[in-house]
């Protein structure tokens, strides 16, 4: 058959992959979801507290304007950065909730937060450049650090320190290679939160260096007391900080693919062109509905974060049972990051033990670097009965395996 000569002749060729391919990293939920679906099709039964996604749908007023907006015919392409209305909606926003003036023309949309991080590092970073990094951290920073060629250096998170980082640590590791700081509060794994006091002590250790920071708060309406604060709303930082904020966790758009990035107007315009050479623009319908989102009913988002705060208070209650656990209480996000390492077992065994033989998908620690051994991360967007069902089973197998 002539499809299958074809077929084999393919073969015949190596591929030949870029070296920076060899750096690249992965976010290991999604394998770790892949594998538990696996397990699922074979007839188990599995409990997933591996995803960092809102279960809840998103808010009905949100999905009403991306009809409206496609019956309307916001279906072409719009301008790379965004389209005017979203970025001013934006701005606005943004110079309400961190106190500084924001312009549209700060403002750059893009297809998921992702892309803000990918984007701010290639535009930024060179071969040899150094990027302080938290570590244990959302594992696209230090894939993206290693992909162009910089040199990563991780800050770890101390349990000890409610996952805050050492400002004295912070400070020895800065110099004049340093040219990106990254920050990400409330933080993913750990369900930590830097307070304003923290924020102010990092902006002193930086000073006046001419070193970009780049702020991720995708979380930073899921946050279970006090208030969000931003080292851009200290003054002489808004020119040196990327904000990296977004829709899918806030307003449970995770699909939707939104988020955006707000920085000075000179690199937003290099981060623009970056869009047009990958992405052309973000859909013009999502975009539409993310003005509704930000200008419209708010109490669909208190709701969601009221409820993580229940579910987190029962599941961190109920790990605090189980034999070689122990969780410190998170103040943001939906995570939970319990320390494993009195049940003896290495991160990874224990995660994947957890999955195939008690039917429950969580991520180990070193999932988000070196610094995340002894832990283990559960999600709690699934329901409190789905909750209290993980934790029986944590239980059960922990009786007979410790």
């Not at 002749?9 to 992965?26: D, E, H």
């Not at 916001?74 to 005017?84: D, E, N, R, V």
């Not at 995770?254 to 315009?269: C, H, I, K, N, Q």
């Not at 039917?359 to 070193?366: D, I, K």
Request: with cysteine; glycine share 8%; hydrophobic share 40%.
């Amino acid at each position: 058959m002539p499809g299958f000569a074809i077929m084999e002749n393919a073969t015949q060729y190596q591929l030949r992959l870029a070296r920076r391919m060899s750096r690249l990293g992965t976010e290991t939920a999604f394998e770790v979801l892949n594998k538990a679906r696996a397990l699922e099709r074979q007839g188990k039964d599995i409990v997933h507290l591996e995803i960092g996604e809102p279960d809840f749908d998103t808010p009905a007023n949100v999905v009403e304007a991306a009809v409206d907006a496609l019956h309307k015919g916001w279906t072409h392409y719009g301008p790379s950065a965004g389209l005017p209305e979203l970025r001013q909606t934006i701005a606005d926003y943004v110079s309400r909730t961190r106190g500084v003036p924001v312009s549209s023309d700060e403002v750059v949309v893009v297809p998921g937060g992702k892309p803000i991080i990918f984007f701010s590092i290639l535009s930024l970073v060179d071969e040899g450049d150094e990027v302080i990094y938290p570590n244990p951290g959302f594992p696209i920073y230090e894939s993206m650090i290693h992909y162009v060629g910089g040199r990563a250096v991780p800050i770890q998170l101390r349990e000890e320190k409610d996952f805050g980082l050492d400002v004295d640590e912070l400070a020895s590791l800065i110099n004049d290679r340093t040219r990106l700081i990254i920050l990400n509060s409330p933080q993913n794994p750990t369900g930590g939160v830097l307070s304003k006091a923290a924020i102010h002590d990092i902006a002193d250790a930086i000073g006046d260096r001419n070193v970009m920071i780049m702020s991720d708060e995708i979380y930073s309406r899921l946050l279970f007391e006090g208030e969000h604060f931003s080292i851009m709303s200290i003054p002489g930082f808004k020119e040196r900080t990327i904000l990296l904020d977004g829709f899918s966790k806030s307003y449970a758009m995770t699909g939707w693919r939104m988020g955006y990035g707000v920085m000075r107007s000179d690199l937003a315009a290099q981060v623009t062109r970056l869009m047009t050479n990958s992405n052309s623009c973000t859909a013009s319908f999502t975009q539409v509905a993310g003005v509704e989102a930000l200008r419209g009913d708010q109490s669909s988002v208190d709701r969601m974060r009221d409820e993580f705060r229940r579910r987190r208070d029962v599941f961190v209650a109920g790990l605090n049972r189980i034999k070689g656990f122990s969780c410190r209480l998170p103040k943001g996000a939906f995570y939970t990051f319990p320390n494993i390492t009195a049940t003896g077992w290495p991160s990874k065994k224990l995660a994947d033990a957890m999955l195939e033989q008690a039917g429950v998908a969580c991520l180990s620690g070193t999932a988000f670097g070196d610094f995340g051994e002894g832990y283990l991360r559960f999600s709690v967007a699934n329901s409190l009965e789905n909750l209290n069902k993980a934790l029986e089973r944590i239980h059960q197998w922990t009786a007979k395996n410790l």
